[in-house]
């Protein structure tokens, strides 16, 4: 498995891993939480509930590790009205999601809008962009995006917003920022169009685009 290889031939090599069980709960912790907000002592409270005790240094240090060794990507948040970067409620997204199936067993399918958000990072990043998770009061951007000439976007995915509850979620946290950057919202909905300036966009139209 290639995970496994990268794990013998890379960290355990690099790293002093004193508890390859508890290395594992957490590398399956952060893969099941793609899209979503953690800390390491969220996720040390979580494992030891389960009985699978561990402090938040150690997972800290392990998730150190993962990111060091290219498995995850780890995303700061950014508070846009005040801009200024936030230093906790992180997200990680994974470099390969094929390795969610062979870790977990879970089919792509599952838990579809955060795997397409992940998907969207990888593309953000293929492209040189910086990225950020932005904090806009209360709410969350998925993306806040800046290219290497400085131009900004905001990006929000969802898997689809085809009832109204669903779109009216995804497109409060834009509503709340004041600027006049491009405000970007990409799902699998074939349909497409504009809200109060918000374009909406087909995620394969969006990835296959130059």
Known sequence: ???????NNDISRRYTIYAEESYQEVVNFLIDSVGSTVSAGNIAK???????KIDNKTVSKYIDTLVEAYLFYKVN????KRKQHLATQEKYYLVDLGFRNALLGKELASDAGHLLENIIYLELKRRNNQVWIGKTKNLEVDFVVRN?????QYIQVAQTVQNTTALE???APFYNISDHHEKILITMDYDTGT????????????????
């Open 46 to 52: 979580v494992l030891t509930a389960n009985k699978k």
């Open 1 to 7: 498995m290639v995970f496994k290889n990268i794990y």
């Open 148 to 152: 290497n000439k400085g131009y900004t």
């Open 169 to 171: 979620r995804e497109l």
């Open 195 to 210: 809200y109060d300036g918000i374009k909406k966009i087909n995620a394969l139209d969006w990835l296959t685009k130059d």
């Open 77 to 80: 948040r950014y508070d846009i």
